[in-house]
């Protein structure tokens, strides 16, 4: 029997390698498995978005992330083929830079991983084995009872631990071992997607754009490594013929020098768990949820996932309010965004402008709100609205908005290991209720900056409570006449403690 971990993580992706980072960062001690030794063939994903960039800010990983960035040209093109001019380019928005101290990130998912993994083996809490699969599991009453085979001829071992995180990946065997079933289309079109080397530059030039739609074929072309590698994704399940013959045909360039790397089909689907956990198995990324390419949202929401997740365990102590928010938390965002991505899928290469026309990509990665027994509700209307574009909003159940602070860091920067209460200055009743609390540790921050108050939804005389997670778990909007009172029945709301 390995040392018992508290957390066993199945699955070494970006849901995995991010809640190992999470959770050692909480000092919870974890042990990742994944059957996999080195990366994927096919580089997958081909970025995250400013969501997912914050946790990772946060993390201390964005500068080494940054330093792998592909310098492409952001935005998508529309053309025949390679060859022809662009009939539509869709820009875009820069409008983010102002909602999140993080740009979204162009880099391949096989670095991607590679970056989280440095990290993630770099903290001393953390277990990360490879080559080693989980091959069955057991629950009881002391958790899951977990048996795991070393593919290298390390032999078979058990494992116990008190939680298991399933980041196990699409078809995922933990949950269908939990008899979970996925609701949703699980095929929107077959796909077949080839990674390939070749100069492309003399029609992209050095700095690509970030997807070029190549309407004849119905094909989608994007750069993944600076040493010519790209990817093409087109209709149809087409491995038997000649690869490099159909890079050709897709691109129009009948010479062209292709060097085939990878050639695999895949199903576009829209799909989301009915349960988001049978405890003590929590589901995550892509076990819990499949959504096609459109929006580039499977990497970011994985790490949404996990950031929910992590701190709860870190938190619980076994209370149940806390670990049950993470299913009614992230169960309706999956779902929703798997319809988003879904609709947006068939409408990809159609029409003008954006193909989400329910709730924009904006609201995909961060205007959701959370509704749980977690969350102490003000009455506030609705802040994620379907049609219109994401706005901050710090009503309870939102991502904290993001604003620069004078010594150049964001707000964003404050949300990491504890819950933080934030006030206008001078802050004290508030601060002095907060210092009072007992059972979990609340960091106060005074909050100077002028626009605070308004950006926050509050007089300045009010307080907003911050979750380890980045989002309001309470807010009191103006000063209270019993600040001790009002503080002690939010922490115990929202710790379930
Ligand atoms: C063709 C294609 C294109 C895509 N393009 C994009 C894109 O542009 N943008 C985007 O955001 N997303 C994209 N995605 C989706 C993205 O790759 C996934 O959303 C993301 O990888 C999910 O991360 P994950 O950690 O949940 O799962 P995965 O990355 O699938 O990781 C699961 C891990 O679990 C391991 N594992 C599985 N079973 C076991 C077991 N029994 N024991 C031990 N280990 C196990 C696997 O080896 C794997 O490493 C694409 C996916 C595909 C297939």
């Known amino acids: 029997m390995t040392p018992e971990p508290p957390v066993l993580i199945v699955g070494g992706g970006p849901a995995g390698l991010t809640a190992s980072l999470l959770l050692s960062r909480h000092g919870v001690e974890s042990l990742l498995i994944d059957k996999r030794v080195g990366p994927s063939p096919l580089p997958r994903a081909r970025g995250v978005h400013s969501r997912a960039m914050e946790i990772l800010r946060v993390c201390g990983v964005e500068p080494d992330l940054r330093a792998v960035e592909l310098p492409i040209t952001p935005g998508a093109q529309f053309q025949a083929d390679l060859t022809t001019e662009p009939f539509r380019e869709d820009v875009t928005s820069t409008a983010k830079t102002v909602v999140s101290p993080c740009d979204g990130l162009s880099v391949s998912q096989d670095v991607f991983e590679a970056v989280l993994r440095d990290h993630a083996r770099a903290y001393s809490p953390a277990q990360l084995r490879t080559g080693v699969l989980l091959e069955s599991f057991r629950i009881d009453d002391g958790g899951v009872l977990a048996t795991v085979v070393d593919q290298h001829g390390g032999g078979t071992t058990d494992v116990r631990a008190r939680w298991m995180i399933a980041a196990d990946g699409a078809r995922s065997g933990v949950r269908r071992r939990l008899g979970i079933e996925m609701h949703g289309p699980d095929d929107l079109g077959r796909q077949t997607m080839i990674a390939f080397r070749a100069d492309l530059s003399s029609w992209t030039g050095a700095r690509p754009r970030g997807i070029y739609f190549l309407t004849d074929t119905g094909a989608a072309l994007i750069w993944t490594h600076t040493d010519d590698r790209w990817v093409i994704s087109r209709p149809g399940t087409t491995t038997e ?88 938390e992230r169960e309706p965002v999956g779902r929703q965004n798997a319809d988003e991505t879904g609709a947006a899928w068939s409408r990809l290469f159609s029409g003008n402008g954006s193909p989400f026309s329910g709730r924009s990509l904006g609201q995909l990665d961060m205007g959701y709100q959370y509704r749980s027994a ?5 009455g506030s209307p609705d802040a994620d609205p379907p049609g219109s574009d994401y706005r901050q909003n710090a009503a309870p159940g939102c991502r904290a908005p993001h604003l620069w602070l004078n010594d150049g860091t964001s707000t964003i920067d404050l949300f990491d290991r504890h819950f933080v209460l934030l006030t206008a200055p001078p802050g004290d009743p508030w601060r002095d209720a907060a210092g009072r609390s007992v059972g979990v540790p609340v960091d106060s921050h005074v909050v100077p900056e002028p626009e605070w108050p308004e950006l926050y939804g509050v007089e300045p005389d009010g307080a907003v409570l ?32």
């Open 466 to 497: 911050v979750r380890p997670d980045g989002h309001v778990a309470w807010r009191s909007r103006t000063g209270s006449t019993d600040p001790a009172a009002d503080f002690r029945t939010a922490m115990s709301t929202c710790t379930g403690i």
């Open 241 to 328: 013929d000649d690869p490099a013959a159909a890079v050709r045909q897709v691109l129009g360039l009948p010479d062209l020098d292709v060097e085939i790397l990878a050639a695999s089909p895949w199903t576009a689907a829209a799909q989301s768990a009915s349960q988001y956990a049978q405890r003590p198995v929590f589901l995550t990324g892509d076990a819990a949820h499949r959504f096609p390419p459109a929006g580039a949202t499977g990497v970011s929401a994985a790490m949404h996932d996990v950031h929910n997740l992590a701190w709860k365990i870190a938190y619980s102590n076994d209370g149940t309010k806390l670990l049950d928010s993470y299913a009614d």
């Open 374 to 378: 977690i969350i102490a509700d003000d």
